[in-house]
T-cell receptor
Framework: DAGITQSPRHKVTETGTPVTLRCHQT?????MYWYRQDPGHGLRLIHY???????DKGEVSDGYSVSRSKTEDFLLTLESATSSQTSVYFC???????????FGPGTRLTVL | SQQGEEDPQALSIQEGENATMNCSYKTSINNLQWYRQNSGRGLVHLILIRSNEREKHSGRLRVTLDTSKKSSSLLITASRAADTASYFC??????????????FGKGTLLTVNP
């Protein structure tokens, strides 16, 4: 599992509140990714990082921001959560020297 | 936009039968990968095939790639109930960059009945 953990694993919040999801890895891989998974849409890339303080947008980045101040942590923030952001969020890394991604266990977020 | 599209969306078979899933994509690629997701879990990498390869095997898995048709297929032989999961193809677009971004399809839900 490449030592990837996500926290929290489940969260229920209200519309308009800020939410931060954390992805932590223990193997110092350079590339990290945040996806959301929704029925009928598969996985869609939100943001990714290619190093400390180096991030870029993915396919569905509106309403989300990210930060990476340490190699091991990649944070996803919803500044003002909306019901359309109810989803399962997955963090992933690309294992150094390979082209394959390894995924965390996911965070189920419900915005009421 | 989705780069890869799996077909069928759902597949139900009996244990011991073979399962074939297909993936079509739109733009040129460096490689194509298949992932499995058990219900409520993260995705797990199964196999990667590069654009200059035509077929690859891993245990009971066989992947083919036809770059002229922009399509791939995943064959699971002698299926087991434990193979019940969603299967996704993912493409690494040949964009010239090295950010290892993948674009996933919507997946095929495979159910293997005991």
């Amino acid at each position: 599992d490449a030592g990837i953990t996500q926290s929290p694993r489940h969260k229920v919040t209200e519309t308009g509140t800020p939410v931060t999801l954390r992805c932590h890895q223990t193997e110092n891989h350079r590339y990290m990714y945040w996806y959301r998974q929704d029925p009928g849409h598969g996985l869609r890339l939100i943001h990714y990082s290619y190093g400390v303080k180096d991030t870029d947008k993915g396919e569905v980045s509106d309403g989300y921001s990210v930060s990476r101040s340490k190699t091991e942590d990649f944070l996803l923030t919803l500044e003002s959560a909306t019901s359309s952001q109810t989803s399962v969020y997955f963090c992933a890394i690309t294992r150094t020297g390979t082209d394959t991604q390894y995924f965390g266990p996911g965070t189920r977020l419900t915005v009421l | 936009s989705q780069q890869g599209e799996e077909d069928p969306q759902a597949l139900s078979i009996q244990e011991g039968e073979n399962a074939t899933m297909n993936c079509s994509y739109k733009t040129s690629i460096n490689n194509l990968q298949w992932y499995r997701q058990n219900s409520g879990r993260g995705l797990v990498h199964l196999i990667l095939i590069r654009s200059n390869e035509r077929e690859k095997h891993s245990g009971r898995l066989r992947v083919t790639l036809d770059t002229s048709k922009k399509s791939s297929s995943l064959l699971i032989t002698a299926s087991r109930a434990a193979d019940t999961a969603s299967y996704f193809c993912a493409t690494d677009a040949n964009s010239g960059g090295s950010n290892y971004k993948l674009t996933f399809g919507k997946g095929t839900l495979l159910t293997v009945n005991p």
